[in-house]
């Protein structure tokens, strides 16, 4: 399932993110530069410039598509084969805090509010975006009202 493969690379900024999906790693590094390795081509490094701070990053277990949440809620979508970003203005204001990628294509994401949100992702359209159904129940411990969500 897994091996271990040396690579030729010596960071120069201290890495901030790491992500891995197929053979693709995505290094995110504190000068605002992403950093992508083909571990079929190990020697070529495709270097991205961020706008502004990342967040976090996430990618499909395939490797080819990684999402980046900048500061400011902006989030850009790294294409495949590609060092151009786009920017997914649908998605923008979420604070996403962890990233489901399905096999038909479909992509849901928790928010920090507490969201659950649905969304695919292509190279040239703009993301649908539908909110998953929630439900919250308030339920009484030592007279302090808890309120939580839970998906339908």
Same mark, same amino acid.
């Given at each position: 399932?897994f %091996?271990k493969?040396?690579v030729?690379?010596?960071?120069?900024? @201290?890495?901030?993110?790491?992500?891995?999906? *197929?053979?693709?790693?995505v290094l995110?590094m &504190?000068?605002?530069?992403l $950093?992508?390795?083909? $571990?079929?081509?190990?020697d070529? $490094?495709?270097? /991205?410039?961020? %706008?502004s701070?990342?967040?976090n990053?996430?990618?499909?277990?395939? *490797? =080819?598509?990684?999402? &980046?949440?900048?500061? *400011?809620?902006e989030?850009?979508?790294? @294409?495949?084969g590609? =060092?151009? %970003?786009?920017? $997914?203005?649908?998605?923008?204001?979420?604070?996403? #805090?962890?990233?489901?990628? %399905?096999?038909?294509?479909? /992509?849901?994401?928790g928010? +920090?509010? *507490?969201?659950?949100?649905? #969304?695919?992702?292509?190279?040239?359209?703009?993301?649908?975006?539908? @909110?998953?159904? #929630? +439900? =919250?129940?308030?339920?009484?411990?030592?007279?302090?009202?808890?309120?939580?969500? /839970?998906?339908?």
């Amino acid at each position: 399932m897994f %091996t271990k493969q040396k690579v030729n690379f010596s960071p120069t900024n @201290q890495i901030t993110h790491l992500v891995v999906g *197929g053979n693709t790693i995505v290094l995110a590094m &504190a000068n605002n530069v992403l $950093l992508r390795i083909n $571990l079929n081509a190990p020697d070529v $490094l495709e270097e /991205v410039k961020l %706008t502004s701070k990342l967040l976090n990053l996430f990618m499909d277990p395939t *490797g =080819s598509y990684t999402l &980046a949440i900048l500061e *400011g809620n902006e989030i850009i979508y790294l @294409q495949p084969g590609s =060092s151009k %970003t786009k920017v $997914l203005h649908k998605l923008r204001g979420n604070f996403i #805090t962890s990233m489901c990628w %399905t096999p038909m294509g479909v /992509v849901m994401f928790g928010t +920090a509010k *507490g969201d659950i949100v649905e #969304t695919e992702i292509q190279q040239d359209s703009n993301p649908y975006i539908k @909110q998953v159904p #929630t +439900a =919250s129940w308030k339920s009484s411990n030592n007279n302090n009202m808890i309120e939580d969500s /839970v998906t339908l």
